[in-house]
């Protein structure tokens, strides 16, 4: 491996496009970042937006589910009422 190996492989271009960049950066990344300010906090409300609607949703769906719970549950304890009197009825006339 000889010293030659070690140097880049740029031209003087590449190293004067690279400086450039080092010189504006300190002005352009600030400008930058005062644009995407807005826009980041716009993301982060419709984020919390769709979290709070996301979480109404989920407490409708498990209210609509417990109903249907309890409803099923009082049918089913009607219907087995129902199947014990038709039980005892039946073995008292018998």
């Given at each position: 491996m000889?010293?030659?190996?070690?140097?880049?492989?740029?031209?003087?271009?590449?190293?004067?496009?690279?400086?450039?960049?080092?010189?504006?950066?300190?002005?352009?990344?600030?400008?930058?970042a005062?644009?995407?300010?807005?826009?980041?906090?716009?993301?982060?409300?419709?984020?919390?937006?769709?979290?709070?609607?996301?979480?109404?949703?989920?407490?409708?769906?498990?209210?609509?589910?417990?109903?249907?719970?309890?409803?099923?549950?009082?049918?089913?304890?009607?219907?087995?009422?129902?199947?014990?009197?038709?039980?005892?009825?039946?073995?008292?006339?018998?």
């Open positions: 000889a010293l030659t190996d070690l140097v880049p492989r740029g031209n003087i271009w590449t190293g004067v496009a690279i400086g450039v960049g080092l010189l504006i950066a300190p002005v352009v990344v600030p400008a930058l005062g644009a995407a300010r807005p826009v980041i906090k716009a993301v982060l409300k419709g984020g919390f937006l769709l979290y709070e609607k996301g979480r109404e949703m989920v407490a409708e769906v498990s209210e609509m589910a417990e109903d249907l719970v309890e409803e099923a549950k009082a049918e089913v304890e009607t219907e087995l009422s129902v199947g014990r009197e038709s039980v005892s009825s039946s073995l008292a006339e018998a």
